[in-house]
């Protein structure tokens, strides 16, 4: 229950920004924004962007059926629409299918939106955040029911240049998993990478092992910034990972 009602998003807005949520049939954005930014017409605005990028996502998939089925690498044309290519280079780069990226897509996409007008933006969809703020950041890790869920967080440094913090799990929430890990949380430039990765890294962890192959697989992929995985009572990190107490 824990997920479901997204309890993980309390305490993420630092101050000097504004939240609210923005909903569009299963997309369901947490958005901070410098409060000088936060406007009454914002979240208006972003609820139409969002049901833009849906419709061109959702039409190119009645066309391609098999890319929003397959679990695999994928080739599509030069002219599909620019969500869609970003979904696959993503994809194909952590070596599963377009959709992993999917919620990755629209953190960014709203993100890089919000960008134009507020010089701080935290974007959380479904445990996958893009985000550019100046100030430190800590964010829990929700790893079911493992000793360390909502026990320890991460600790984000502040920079100029957006960057992407994605989780997933093989025991917690809706999306498919191959795997068993708790909570797998991947640190990459590129929010979509991330959460391709975050994917990736989550179905290489079986049972009581393979922590160390999908570390392994995470840390060699190149835009990716820092790993963490957790299964049951173990934890494993590697990169620009800064844990503290949740």
Known sequence: MAYSKRHYRQGLCPSGMKAFIVTVKDTD??????????T????????HFIW?????????IQEDPLFGKTLDPYLVSEQAPPIALEMV?????????????????????????????????????????????????SIGVFAGDS?????????????EAPRGVCTSSGRVGPSYSRGQADAAVILARDTLLADAV?????????????????????REIQGVEGVLIIQEDRLAAWGDIQLEEG
């Not at 009454?40 to 609820?47: I, S, T, V």
């Not at 959709?99 to 960008?115: K, P």
């Not at 975050?198 to 995470?218: F, I, K």
């Open 29 to 38: 954005l947490w958005i901070a924004v410098d409060e000088q930014a936060a």
């Open 40 to 47: 009454p017409d914002l979240a208006a605005e972003l609820e």
């Open 52 to 60: 833009n990028e849906r419709r061109v996502l959702e039409q190119y």
């Open 89 to 137: 280079r993503a994809g194909n780069l952590a070596r599963v299918g377009p959709m992993a990226a999917v919620a990755g897509a629209f953190a960014q996409r709203v993100g890089l939106e919000v960008l134009r007008r507020s010089q701080q933006v935290i974007v959380e969809n479904g445990g996958d955040i893009f985000l550019r703020c100046d100030k430190s950041l």
């Open 147 to 159: 000793p360390f869920s909502q026990r320890v967080a991460l600790r984000i440094k502040p920079r």
């Open 198 to 218: 975050a994917t990736a890294t989550a179905n290489r962890v079986q049972s009581d092992q393979g922590l160390d192959q999908a570390l392994e697989l995470a």
